[in-house]
Structure formats: C-alpha cells, structure tokens
C-alpha cells in the first residue's frame, strides 16, 4: 500500500504540519514515504459524510450509477454516502440494499451506505422488514421513504419504535401530502405571481412538530431530512431544548438559494421542499451555526436531461450536490474548519453510528480524510460534473474552495481534482 | 417593441396603450370591405395549443388571417404533441420551420417562457396554466376604453376564482399599469397568498362582493369550475353563487354607466345569472369582437409593423 506525506498542511485551519498516511491510517510523526504532496496552503478534514444521497441505482441508471454517484461523491470530498432508498426496485428488502451496498464497495471510491425503506414500496401502508435490512451485510441503521412522508401517524409511531430494538432511526422526508397536492414551488408572493401551486412552510412544519412529539412519547431517534423554513427552525429549537432526541440536516441549496429564482420557470432550480425565502435562508444559516440543524445533506438528486428540458410542472424535483456541497457551505460559512468538520463529517458519522468516519486526524485513526484549497475559486460548468447528470442550479456560478485530494481508508480517491478511478 | 408576450407585466403603460390605439385602427379596418392587411405577408405564425380552446385560437388564427400571415395550427390532438413528443422538440421543429411567431396554449405554467428559451421567433402566451393571459388583459382593457373612453382611474372589481385565474393575474397587472384602480373579490380560499405584494401593491382585496358594488366602474366576473368544491374551495355551487354570483338585485347596485365583463365561458346561474350576461351592461359579446383586433394589433407590433 502506498505510503502519503502531506507536506504542509493545515489540519482544520491549524498551523501547517506533515501529515503521514500509512497502511490506511494516520501515522504517528512524520517519516518517510513513498509519494509526497506538497500541501502548502491546503486544508485536511475529516472525510465528508453525506446523509441523503440518491444513487438511482437499481433502476435509473441513466442518471446515475453507485459508481458515478461515488465518484461525484470523491470528487466532493466525500468518503461515505448513504443511499436512499427510491430506487426501482426499492431498497425495502435486505437483497436491495445488499445489493447496492456492493456496488458501492466494487466501485470503491466511498463508502456507500444503503437506507431502507420504512414502508415497502414507499408506499405508507406497511412496514417494510426493517430487522432484516439492519441485519443484512448492508447493516443498515437508517431508513427513510425519501421522497415520500411517511404521513400516517400511527405508522410513523410504529417506525420510531420498532427501530429502538436495533438502534435504528428514522428520517423523515417532512411533508404533509393533502397540503402538498400537486405542489411546484414555495407558496407565497413569487408562486402567486408565477401562478405556480404552493407548496405551503406549514406542511413541512406540521409534519415535524408532530414527528419530535411522537419520538418524545416512546423515546426514539428522529432524524429530519432537508429542514427549509424558518419556521420548522423554532419547532427543533423547541423540542432539542425539550431534550427530544431530534436531529436535523439542511441542504446546500436551502442556504443558499431562495424562490425567487423560480421565475425563470426553468426546471433545474425545481427541488422537494421548494427553495424558499430569503428569511427562511438567513433562519438556517442560523440553526446551523447554533447547532439546531445538526449537519448539512446533499440531498444530491440527479435527473436525466428529459426529466428537467421540460415545463417546471412536469418536471421532477432535485438537484445534484455532491460536487457542489463543500465549496456552497464555504461561501455561506467562510473558512470556519471546525464547524464544517462539525457539520459535514463527524455530527453525520455520529447520527448514523457509522465507525471509522468522522474521526480527527490523529495517529492511529482511519485516514478518511480531503484535502481543500480554500482560495481556488471554480465557475461551476454542468459539462464537468463527474455526475453522470447536469442539474446543477450553479452553472455559471463562481464558488470557493477546490477539493484537491480525498483518501479513502489511506487509498486516494481523487488527486489533483481528479478521480483515480 | 419587445420581442414576446409571455406576460402583461412585460408591458409598460406607452407600450400597452400603443397597442390599444393600434387595435382601435384594426377595428376600423374590420368594417372595410377588404378586411386585410398586407402586413405580415410571408410571415409565418404558429398556433401551438395544447389545450382545447376553440374560442382563443379561432381568435388568433383571425387576427394572423387578416394581417396576411401564413397560419400554421399545430394542436395537441393529431398531432406528434400528442405522441408525448417534447416541448423542447416541438419547439426545435417550428424553429425549423422558421416560425417568426409562435401563439401558445398550454396548462403548464411558465411554458411560453421555456418556449422562448428555445426558439428564435417572438412567443405570444395565449394562456399557461394558472399564471397569465395576456391577450385577453388586452382585449378587457379595449373593452373598457371602448365603452368608458379611458382606464385611468376606473374601479375595477375582479370577483371570483383569482387564485387560479390566469385572466385575473394579467388584468390585475395591466390594469394598475394602465392607471386603474383594480379591488381582487372573492372567498379568502380562492384569493392568492400575498396578493397585493405579487402582483401590484396598490390593489385592494375583500371578500364581500355587496360592498364594492356602489363604487364600481367595471365588475369582472371570472369563471368559477364548480370542481373547486371537491377541493374544499367553497361548500356548494349554490352557496358560491348566493355569496359572489352576480345576479340581478346586484347589478342593480352598480352605478348607471358600470359594465359587466366575463372572459367566457360563463357558467350561467353560477358566477353570473343570465339576465346579467344577456344585460346591456354585459360587453361579453364584444370582448369576442375585441379579442381580434387586440391580438391583431399584437402580432402587428411584435413582428416589426409600424403603428
Ligand atoms: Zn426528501
């Protein structure tokens, strides 16, 4: 196994120092390598964790593979994605997430953590066999019906706590269906104006104010999926100083973009829940730095040309992330390592119980880590994503920070920017 | 001149009042002998509906007629549109074509704008889903200088189905623009979200019709789909009309010169009883006449003819 020296670099900020990367973990002290990388100016985190991914594979390969998905996800400074489970067929079975949680370690470039599904077939009806998916090789822990809310209460309460018997925890996709029908974008001044039917900030609050309620009454885990509005904010703020065992993610995308952008009916900034309010923005900038949002999710959703070359109705919600996260948080937040490591490796890691990510790069800890260089700056072109699809709503965007380098268990995943594989 | 008519806000007061006076001149024409212009001779102008509406394509398909213009109608039905081709690749054919307009119907809000992002001619919205129709905004507004001699600071009642009414949202914006003073009326439900702040902050909303009866120059009623009560919109046809119907003893409040408009189709006994739609105060019947040399006067100007 190739040996690393990283010359010069800054962990988290620090003061630059050597870094040794050796038999897949951090060495103690500097030494000797086989390749060294001159660091200068670089920053060293935590491998990226990324809680909400869409892979689409089994079933839309055309817009994405576990393989381009985890590529994207390197080239991000990812090193473990979970999955979600709207795949076709859907990850409700042990032999589903089995199977793309090989193709994740065949392709190599991150880990690839499967969801399941709560309900089989996404469907809200009945619970999918959630001990067997956590039992299976894929030894899943969190599940979700993404794109779907699990909106029946009582099923919701069963869910909660019939994972407690494996640690497992729910996230849910915070959406009440009946206030949502045939919903295009947030409601209020710009959907009026679009004529665009709303999709309203109380459907998603009243799903979690209900939600931390229900994990309160039989003491489960819950986890909100891409928290949006300000209001859902006071709601977790609520039940977190309550001591309900709640946590929270927030897109990139809902930090940084707001609704107004629908006007140009252009599909590629259509996404569930809607960008919303420059006042909802400002609240999650907020909940994140004070750490009642938790951590920060990609929600990276691609979608082949046809599916967004169309009317903004027609149109399926989701925009890719994975490339994109890092540098977006970094013009929201500025260079604050910390809190990013905080929010973006080590808070999702914890919430997921995943071992062996998340980890300080200190001696003997597994080397999961990505190399930034924070002054770069990058005009986002779709035509380079790694993505095997092209929504970005960032074309044309100039964004900071590079992701130089990113090493998986002490292998590279990317060097120079690019993929190794 | 701008290039398309994707919305009535695209319109300033200069250039909607230019095109009034331009379908003043198009009226007058009609009652000539020879009833067209060789304007637009060997331009090509494309009707793509996607929506059944016999009434407003009729209507465009007259106006292009009379300007001389090769008319192609490319409808939803036997068509390849209806074979699920496209709106990308319907438009990169009529840009084939070398369509120099394209008049567009379809229920998706926003279409005409994704339209125009892939063809070069000049997009005219015949109405998308529930956003705008600003044609009709045009024909309502030469309406009402006909029959009132001005817009500025007329009354203007809209009554009804705002929220998914794309003639309200156009009337609303080029009414204000044109110096109107438009009042929204309807149940809360069917009012839009910030209305006022969406479209144009100087306008009033209230849901009782009675009160602003006494003060009004124009009542709009617009088209209430009595489906809405599925949805929760409003409990029963009967109690929708009791409260915002325009029925005789309401009409009879309006002051003597008021008019009474409807974009059609009308549910009569609904949101306008049929002594009010047969009236003389009712200008549906020549909203239709209107609605020729309106977008007569549209497609003149958009494609380069000089006023
Ligand atoms: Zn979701």
């Known amino acids: 196994m190739t040996s690393y020296l990283l010359k010069g670099v800054s962990v988290l900020g620090g003061s630059p120092t050597d870094l040794l990367i050796k038999d897949g973990v951090i060495a103690s002290g500097a030494g000797k390598a086989d390749e060294t990388i001159d660091a200068t100016g670089l920053v060293a985190l935590p491998g990226l964790v990324d809680l909400h991914t869409h892979l689409r594979e089994p079933g839309r390969e055309d817009a994405e593979t576990v393989e381009t998905g985890s590529r994207a996800?390197?080239?991000?400074?990812?090193?473990?994605?979970?999955?979600?489970?709207?795949?076709?067929?859907?990850?409700?079975?042990?032999?589903?997430?089995?199977?793309?949680?090989?193709?994740?370690?065949?392709?190599?470039?991150?880990?690839?953590?499967p969801i399941g599904a709560v309900t089989v077939g996404l469907a809200g009806k009945q619970?999918?066999?959630?001990?067997?998916m956590a039992t299976s090789a894929a030894n899943v822990r969190i599940f979700s019906d993404d794109g779907h809310c699990v909106a029946d209460p009582r099923l919701m309460r069963r869910a909660l706590e019939y994972v407690k018997a494996f640690d497992g925890i729910i996230a849910q996709h915070a959406e009440e269906p009946r206030l949502t029908e045939g919903a295009q974008m947030h409601e209020g001044e710009v959907s009026t104006r679009l004529g665009l039917t709303g999709w309203p900030a109380v459907a998603e609050e009243a799903i979690i104010a209900r939600d931390v309620l229900l994990a309160e009454h039989v003491g489960s885990r819950l986890h909100v999926c891409h928290v949006s509005t300000a209001g859902s904010v006071e709601v977790l703020r609520q039940a977190k100083a309550r001591g309900v065992r709640v946590t929270a993610e927030v897109t990139p995308h809902h930090l940084l973009l707001t609704d107004e952008l629908a006007a140009s009916y252009d599909p590629v900034y259509k996404v569930n829940?809607?960008?919303?309010?420059?006042?909802?923005?400002?609240?999650?900038?907020?909940?994140?730095?004070?750490?009642?949002?938790?951590?920060?999710a990609t929600d990276h959703a691609p979608h082949a040309v046809e599916d967004k070359e169309?009317?903004?109705?027609?149109?399926?919600?989701?925009?890719?992330?994975?490339?994109?996260?890092?540098?977006?948080?970094?013009?929201?937040?500025?260079?604050?390592?910390?809190?990013i490591a905080e929010r973006m490796s080590r808070a999702p890691a914890r919430i997921a119980g995943l071992t062996g990510h998340g980890t300080d790069l200190s001696p003997g800890s597994p080397a999961n880590l990505t190399l930034v260089d924070p002054a770069a700056r990058r005009v986002v072109d779709p035509a380079e994503l790694a993505s095997r699809s092209r929504n970005t709503p960032y074309a044309g965007t100039t964004l900071p920070g590079r992701i130089v380098a990113t090493f998986l268990r002490g292998e590279p995943t990317v060097l120079d920017g690019k993929a190794v594989k | 001149m701008i290039k398309h008519l994707k919305s009535a806000a695209d319109l300033d007061a200069a250039t909607a009042t230019l095109i009034l006076d331009t379908a003043g001149e198009m009226a007058a024409l009609a009652g000539r002998e020879v009833k067209k212009l060789p304007t637009l001779r060997g331009r090509t102008v494309v009707n793509l509906f996607y929506e059944d509406s016999t009434r407003t394509r009729i209507s465009f398909e007259a106006a292009a007629k009379r300007l001389s213009a090769d008319v192609i109608n490319f409808s939803a039905k036997g068509s390849s549109v209806s074979k699920g081709e496209s709106l990308k690749d319907t438009a990169l054919t009529l840009q084939?074509?070398?369509?120099?307009?394209?008049?567009?119907?379809?229920?998706?809000s926003g279409a005409p704008h994704r339209l125009a992002?892939?063809?070069?001619?000049?997009?005219?919205?015949?109405?998308?889903?529930?956003?705008?129709?600003?044609?009709?905004?045009?024909?309502?507004?030469?309406?009402?200088?006909?029959?009132?001699?001005?817009?500025e600071g007329l009354k203007v009642a809209i009554v009804g189905d705002v929220l998914h009414s794309r003639v309200a949202r156009s009337n609303v914006l080029l009414l204000t623009t044109l110096g109107a003073h438009v009042t929204v009326v309807g149940p809360p439900t069917l009012i839009p979200l910030d209305v006022a702040a969406a479209l144009a902050p100087g306008i009033k909303v209230t849901y009782d019709l009675d009160s602003v009866l006494a003060d009004s120059d124009v009542v709009m009623m617009l088209r209430v789909q009595t489906e809405r009560m599925q949805d929760s919109y409003f409990p029963?046809?009967?109690?929708?009309?009791?409260?915002?119907?325009?029925?005789a003893p309401r009409m009879r409040k309006l002051p003597e010169h008021a008019i009474v408009m409807h974009p059609g189709p009308m549910n009569r006994g609904m949101e306008i009883a049929p002594e009010v739609a047969d009236s003389s105060r009712s200008t549906i019947v020549e909203q239709v006449a209107n609605g020729v040399s309106a977008r007569m006067a549209v497609l003149y100007l958009l494609l380069g003819g000089k006023a």
């Open chain 1, 273 to 296: 829940p809607p960008l919303r309010t420059a006042k909802d923005v400002e609240a999650l900038r907020q909940a994140l730095i004070e750490g009642v949002i938790d951590i920060v």
């Open chain 2, 117 to 151: 992002s892939w063809v070069d001619g000049s997009v005219i919205n015949a109405g998308d889903g529930t956003h705008e129709h600003p044609t009709q905004a045009l024909l309502d507004a030469y309406t009402m200088r006909s029959r009132l001699g001005k817009i």
């Open chain 1, 310 to 339: 169309c009317e903004w109705a027609y149109a399926r919600p989701g925009m890719v992330g994975l490339e994109t996260a890092l540098p977006v948080v970094l013009s929201v937040l500025g260079e604050q390592w910390e809190l």
């Open chain 1, 127 to 132: 619970m999918a066999e959630l001990g067997a």
């Open chain 1, 73 to 113: 996800a390197a080239l991000g400074g990812y090193t473990a994605v979970f999955a979600m489970a709207n795949t076709s067929p859907v990850a409700d079975t042990a032999g589903v997430v089995e199977q793309v949680w090989r193709l994740g370690r065949e392709a190599g470039l991150v880990d690839v953590q």
């Open chain 2, 96 to 108: 084939a074509m070398g369509a120099d307009a394209v008049v567009i119907r379809h229920p998706a």
């Open chain 2, 236 to 247: 029963s046809a009967r109690e929708y009309s009791r409260r915002y119907g325009l029925d």
